[in-house]
């Protein structure tokens, strides 16, 4: 599974809005369009952490708004580990 | 699999430094456990669960205010004249009377505050009232007892404190929020009062007073924040509460540069932990500093870390028993306030209709956890007299994180005891200790647990 599928799933399991993996698009807000709350966000962000074994820098997640920042972010993250 | 210096790191201590890391605040909802979100529609059984309970604390609930601040959540109305805020307190004094003919041993109260709103928006008579009936009543008062009201500094007169002194209340709480006029604007206070020449009044009464400040209001630095502390060492408060603004789901991404973010927020809780400490007062818990060598702070509080039920008298005070936790409180819905208050005054309150929590064992043990942080002491000794079971075995994994984390720090007498740190981050350790079903609601509500 690549890197934008398997963190498509681990996004669907914290959104309030579930969106079918066709209908996400790279521009969705994390929080305005697929309803993730803090609490909701800092679990994900656990969950990327653990499922890439990956830090993501505290610096960097105020950055990272939609969709498509996460997967970009990410896929750069575990290339350059 | 996450790998620490050879060790697995637990997947608690992962989230808590996640958590840390990114400025993560839960919102101030430890003051109760379980919190209001956790409340349901339920039937009370008053006779029964409070039969077999001796000791309590009292909590009168008094939903009155001048106006009400932008930022408030309490269940408050703005003004009432004085005949409808009577009328409440002879009801309040009627329920007290029922309620004092279920403890099969004669009640013994250990403790008395006045809560609000704003308890000084009532008149004195109000007290005379309160404190004739609570003479009257089958119950013993503790000798120890420190009655306890809070008060809009706004509004008060050395009149009205030397009322209260008359009556019994020995500890006056003032809702200072900030000294900072321009603050206080924002915040809609009135900057009416000079807060030392009111200190004087209280302490020829001898008063003990508390100070509440608020950390986080918008356009507040850090450096504005020390400035209204600095102020409150002219006269030394016995105790201090500093609580960070609740309100709405504090956010970690969205900044505005008005506003402090969660995590300067730490940073500020460790310069004015220091600061305190400095000026001669020990933390109590991470919203409450105590000046040292004299006995005033918030018994109510103290008592129920310690597991003392507290009875809440008025309409949406919440009662904490052993066996229920409950409230006429409809969650989060100030628009019903006046029509719940009127109902209250107007009905018996064993017939209005509640929301709480029926305790089992596992939210008592959750709770038990969660208070022991919050006072800077997990007692595992106290803990395994009273379940029947480990500490470290029912929260293994919690345990090994805060632990790891240098949260806390274990002693020889099977205790845990809070660090600096572990006070930075209480909230967010505390939240680990909710029950699963708690967190599931937690996550099912958009609010934060203020009341
Ligand atoms: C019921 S009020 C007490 C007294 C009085 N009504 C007053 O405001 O001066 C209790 C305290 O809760 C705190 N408080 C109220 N709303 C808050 C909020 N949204 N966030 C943090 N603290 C809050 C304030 O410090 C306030 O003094
Ligand atoms: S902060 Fe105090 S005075 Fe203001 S509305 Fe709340 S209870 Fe009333």
Known sequence: MNVKNKIYNLVILKSKIKKEKTDMKDSDDLIYDLGLGSLSLVELIVDIECEFDIEIDEDDIEQIYKFGDLVNYVTEKVNFR | ?451
Request: glycine letters at 6%; one cysteine or more.
């Open chain 2, 1 to 451: 699999m996450l790998i620490k210096k050879g060790n697995i790191m637990n997947k608690i201590e992962k989230v808590l430094k996640t958590q840390a890391k990114l400025g993560y605040w839960p919102g101030f909802t430890m003051a109760m456990y379980p919190s209001q979100f956790a409340y349901d529609p339920i039937n009370v059984d008053f006779e029964k669960i409070w039969s077999d309970r001796n000791e309590v604390n009292l909590y009168y609930h008094i939903p009155f205010c001048k106006k009400i601040c932008p930022y408030c959540g309490f269940f408050t109305i703005a003004q009432s004249d004085k005949d409808y805020i009577i009328k409440y307190v002879d009801k309040i004094n009627e329920q007290m009377k029922v309620y004092s003919g279920y403890f099969h041993n004669k009640g013994l109260i250990k403790s008395i505050c006045f809560g609000g709103g704003t308890p000084n928006y009532a008149p004195l008579e109000a007290y005379y009232r309160i404190f004739n009936t609570l003479n009257t009543i089958n119950i013993d008062l503790d000798d120890k007892l420190e009655p306890s009201m809070e008060i809009s500094p706004e509004l008060v007169d050395e009149e009205y404190i030397l009322g209260l002194n008359k009556v019994g209340i020995k500890r006056i709480s003032l809702g200072v929020q900030s000294l900072d006029l321009d603050l206080r604007k924002t915040i809609n206070r009135d900057n009416n009062y000079n807060l030392l020449q009111l200190v004087e009044v209280m302490r020829k009464y001898d008063m003990n007073i508390n100070i509440d400040v608020i950390n986080g209001i918008v356009g507040q630095t850090p450096k504005l924040f020390m400035k209204t502390l600095e102020r409150l060492m002219e006269f030394k408060p016995e105790t201090i509460s500093i609580y960070p603004l609740a309100g709405k789901e504090s956010s970690i991404l969205k900044k505005d540069n008005n506003t402090m973010t969660n995590k300067e927020k730490y940073d500020l809780f460790r310069v004015l932990h220091d600061y305190l400490l400095e000026e001669g007062y020990y933390c109590e818990s991470n919203v409450k500093f105590v000046l040292k060598n004299q006995t005033s702070t918030h018994q109510q509080k103290i008592y129920e870390y310690q597991g003392i039920d507290t009875l809440g008298l008025g309409c949406a005070a919440r009662s904490y028993n052993y066996h229920t936790h409950y409230s006429v409180e409809e969650r989060f819905n100030p628009t019903m306030r006046k029509s719940l208050l009127d109902e209250y005054i107007s009905k018996d309150f064993r017939n209005l209709k509640y929301y709480g929590i029926h305790m089992n064992e596992q939210e008592r043990k959750c709770r038990f956890a969660i208070y022991g942080i919050f006072i800077g002491c997990v007692d595992m000794n106290k803990y395994f007299k009273q379940f029947k079971s480990s500490f470290k075995t029912d929260f293994a994994v919690h345990v090994e994180a805060i632990l790891n984390l240098g949260y806390v720090r274990e002693t020889q007498n099977n205790e845990l005891i809070i660090t600096k740190e572990g006070r930075v981050y209480t909230d967010l350790i505390c939240t680990q200790f909710w029950s699963d079903k708690v967190k599931e609601l937690y996550k099912n509500t958009d609010k934060t647990g203020v009341k």
